[in-house]
């Protein structure tokens, strides 16, 4: 395999708990239906999006930053896996930040979200990161 398909499959197949930065409560928002078809799938999603903090996705407290979600996840015994960013690449720096300093496992950037600073930062830091690509289709073709 190729180290960035090693990289998609070990995370698919690793990662329990996904927040979802920038996660939409319109069902029609590319977030909504990828968090929907994760959950589907056995993963549970941590909303997170300071516009719906305090409310439900998807049957899951919403958070206002990742640092919240973190600290609410842990109380619980239930770490934060994994990162899936549905932000403007122009918002990805601060997200990684927090997601370094929570001591995520994998950051995913999903279509069109690419940002080689913060990738970087985050590969320094020991975290996997896939960008540009869709983590619903990702699984989809998983064998």
Known sequence: MQPEVDVIQALLRDSRTIAVVGLSSEPERPSHVVARYLQAHGYRIVPVNPKYAGSH???EHCYPTLTLANAALVDEGTPID???CFRRPAHIAPIVEEAIAIGVHGIWMQLGVVDQQAADAARRAGIAVVMDR?????HARRP
């Open 57 to 59: 996705i998807l049957g």
């Open 82 to 84: 994994m990162v899936d």
């Open 134 to 138: 869709c983590m619903k289709i990702e």
